[in-house]
Nanobody, 113 residues
Framework: QLQAFGGGLVQPGGSLRLACTASGIFTINYMAWYRQAPGKQRELVALINSGGMTNYLDSVTGRFTISRDIAKNTMYLQMNSLKPEDTAVYYC??????????WGQGTQVTVSS
């Protein structure tokens, strides 16, 4: 199961750190963060694969950093210089090497003054 933590309300320019713990999930191919704002489609924010390679949505490049603690089976998303347009529900996703696809419950991030 996946469980996401760390959402909240932050002022523009602030920072938040999201965490996603994968319990009982093994042979992970990649882990990813998605987000969905009201009235918009879900979009891929950042991805990290089993080799540690990362990929980011253009609009968050340089502001967000995805990382993974293999021993804890936990993924993080450090979000700096947050903007109002980053407001969304953030979801974590895990894809295993067998093609099993897991999703977390989502955590709300609101950037507002």
């Amino acid at each position: 199961q996946l469980q996401a933590f760390g959402g909240g309300l932050v002022q523009p320019g602030g920072s938040l750190r999201l965490a996603c713990t994968a319990s009982g999930i093994f042979t992970i191919n990649y882990m990813a963060w998605y987000r969905q704002a009201p009235g918009k489609q879900r979009e891929l924010v950042a991805l990290i694969n089993s080799g540690g390679m990362t990929n980011y949505l253009d609009s968050v490049t340089g502001r967000f950093t995805i990382s993974r603690d293999i021993a804890k089976n936990t993924m993080y998303l450090q979000m700096n210089s947050l903007k109002p347009e980053d407001t969304a529900v953030y979801y974590c996703q895990v894809m295993t090497t067998r093609g099993n696809d897991y999703w977390g419950q989502g955590t709300q991030v609101t950037v507002s003054s």
